[in-house]
């Protein structure tokens, strides 16, 4: 989380590992997509967004996408709002 503010020196040389490594894949693969659970690595990532191309995004969505469709999310929040979490999650 803060690593960027008390070393931007090694950040910057982390940083740039990292763009080679993600442009290495995108290179080989497209589109490229890299999902990740931390939410300090999601933030690091869309950092690469512009730079290579490559798009980022939690495990549990790309899930949630995949299994109920590109609406879930719309669809989980009119089920919330009209009877509650504990209904749908039962």
């Known amino acids: 989380g803060t690593f960027a503010i008390a070393r931007p020196d090694i950040a910057t040389q982390v940083r740039f590992r990292k763009q080679e490594e993600l442009q290495q894949g995108v290179n080989s693969c497209q589109p490229v997509k890299v999902l990740t659970s931390c939410p300090a690595c999601l933030q690091g990532l869309s950092r690469y967004r512009d730079d290579i191309g490559v798009e980022s995004d939690y495990i ?15 669809e989980f929040l009119e089920k919330v709002n009209r009877g509650g979490i504990e209904r749908v999650l039962l």
């Open 60 to 74: 549990v969505v790309e899930l949630a996408r995949k299994r109920l469709g590109e609406k879930w999310q719309g």
